[in-house]
């Protein structure tokens, strides 16, 4: 009888070894949140449309968001670098005069959807 509780015993502890529950992600294993592109290219068309700019393109694969307001065309440019950096640049053209604070707040739009 004591061979069958010893040998119930190591089953027993057999079975849980392989049973492993982690609450983070165990050292060298990281949890990937949405790439610096993702994050940049969704904060540039958001901070067009927080703006008012109606967006008439979006390339994702050319990295080229277009929008107009009125008479001002906006383009925005969000490009992946060699050093893994992302850059983005907004650039109006058309009737600037009209609403020449745009450009400006379409990068503070931006810079918000950045938390920054």
Do not use: H, K
Not at 102 to 110: E, K, M
């Amino acid at each position: 009888m004591n061979a069958r509780v010893l040998y119930a015993g190591l089953l027993l502890a057999a079975s849980t070894v392989g049973c492993v529950v982690y609450d983070v992600p165990p050292p060298g294993y990281t949890v990937a949140p949405a790439t610096s592109f993702d994050r940049s290219w969704a904060a540039a068309v958001g901070a067009l449309r927080d703006q008012g700019v109606t967006v008439t393109e979006e390339n994702r694969e050319a990295g080229v968001v277009r929008g107009r307001r009125g008479s001002i065309n906006v383009v925005g440019n969000v490009r992946t670098q060699a050093d893994g950096s992302v850059r983005v640049q907004f650039d109006t053209t058309g009737a600037t005069a009209t609403d020449p604070q745009l450009i400006d707040r379409v990068s503070q739009a931006y810079d918000r959807r950045m938390g920054r």
